[in-house]
């Protein structure tokens, strides 16, 4: 049961539901001063979308329907939990798919009738963000990059639940990209680890893609000086989806070494354009920690040659990224981003309802 002591919370459990997406997950978070995981349980829809290429909304939400009470059930047996045991119940509200959202919010909210626990509604983003939370400490105010298959934005959080996101794509993400990419190349679903996969064997100089730059042109202003506008840290990865597009469309038939080669290329553009406005971001706003968060923070070049790179530039910022299967969607960075909304007082009473394109400001 949870104890407020002198604004500390004591053996606080949450119960944590994530169905964003194609990934049914169930976790439970317990701690005291910072959340920590008790029990984190997933089912991943890849083998049912995999004959798609790709998520099939309707099906991912029959999918969540028919794993949530089993995910959850698991969730609680391997914390060692029953429902009686649990204070809170934390759950995404977005953004999402809503038919795969609707699942656990209706599931979550049943429970709360139930029971007459108290839901804590979670941002999927500021949960990947969170990821960076369950067995680290940041220090703010820290820069964080979270890069996932429906979003790519830089975001600066000079406290707990506070954001400014200071960069966003304009147009797919970068995850996105890696999927496109990978349905051109004749490569499965999940595009991101099928093309680092292949990447892996391939010459990443083989190929050249653009390194973009969304800064604004030089402007003259009203008294005829000539300004020159701050560099922009937006991104955009279409192009060099376009790009690619042009090498399958011109060369028609690929060796797999020439695959791989192609990966490898791919791989390193997409790297490449993150790391360029991750090193700007920091230039600008100093923050004390850098976070890479997202199912492409799994990505192996990305996580090593951002190390290397502030490592080398700014090694006084801690680096922070979490375990490969706290990037991809899971509930218990949900869970722990529901901590600090409860450590802060900061639930919405409001009725709950799931809000597909949430923002995380
Ligand atoms: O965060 P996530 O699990 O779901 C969303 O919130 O979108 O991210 C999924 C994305 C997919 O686009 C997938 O291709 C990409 O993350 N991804 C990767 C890797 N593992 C997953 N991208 C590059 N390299 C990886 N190893
Ligand atoms: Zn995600």
Excluded: W
């Excluded at 050249?208 to 506008?229: A, H, V």
């Excluded at 299967?325 to 799931?354: Q, R, V, W």
């Amino acid at each position: 049961m949870t104890l407020f002591i002198d604004g500390i919370i004591y053996n606080m459990k949450i119960l944590a539901i994530e169905t964003s997406c194609d990934e049914t997950a169930a976790a439970v978070i317990e701690g005291d001063m910072s959340p920590k995981i008790s029990s984190n349980v997933i089912s991943s829809q890849i083998d049912i979308h995999k004959d798609f290429g790709g998520v099939v909304p309707e099906v991912a939400a029959r999918a969540h329907i028919e794993n949530i009470i089993p995910v959850i059930t698991r969730a609680l047996k391997e914390s060692h939990a029953t429902l009686d045991d649990i204070d809170y119940l934390a759950v995404t509200r977005g953004p999402g798919l809503i038919g795969s959202l609707v699942v656990g919010v209706e599931t979550v909210k049943a429970i709360s009738a139930a029971r007459n626990i108290p839901i804590v509604p979670v941002n999927h983003l500021e949960g990947h963000l969170y990821a960076n939370f369950l067995d680290t400490k940041p220090q703010f105010p820290l820069l964080a990059l979270i890069v996932s298959g429906g979003h790519t934005m830089l975001v600066l959080v000079r406290e707990h639940l506070s954001y400014k996101v200071i960069g966003t794509t304009r147009d797919d993400a970068a995850g996105e990209a890696f999927d496109k990419a990978a349905k051109l190349l004749g490569l499965p679903y999940p595009g991101g680890p099928a093309i680092s996969k292949a990447a892996e064997k391939g010459d990443k100089d083989r190929y050249s893609f653009p390194i973009i730059d969304l800064t604004e042109k030089p402007y003259r202003d009203k008294d005829g000086f000539l300004r020159y506008p701050e560099p922009s840290l937006d991104f955009s990865f279409s192009g060099l989806k376009t790009a690619l597009l042009k090498i399958v469309k011109e060369k028609k038939s690929f060796t797999k070494g020439e695959v791989n080669n192609l990966a490898a290329s791919f791989e390193k553009a997409i790297v490449d354009n993150l790391l360029k406005n991750v090193l700007l971001a920091i230039e600008r706003h100093k923050p004390k920690t850098f976070i890479l968060s997202g199912g492409v923070a799994a990505n192996r070049k990305l996580r090593e040659n951002l190390k290397q790179e502030l490592e080398n530039k700014y090694p006084k910022v801690q680096y922070l990224i979490p375990e490969i299967t706290l990037c991809t969607d899971n509930a218990a960075m949900i869970g722990a981003a529901a901590f600090y909304h409860i450590k802060k007082g900061s639930i919405e009473k409001e009725s709950l309802i799931p809000v597909p394109n949430l923002k995380i400001s």
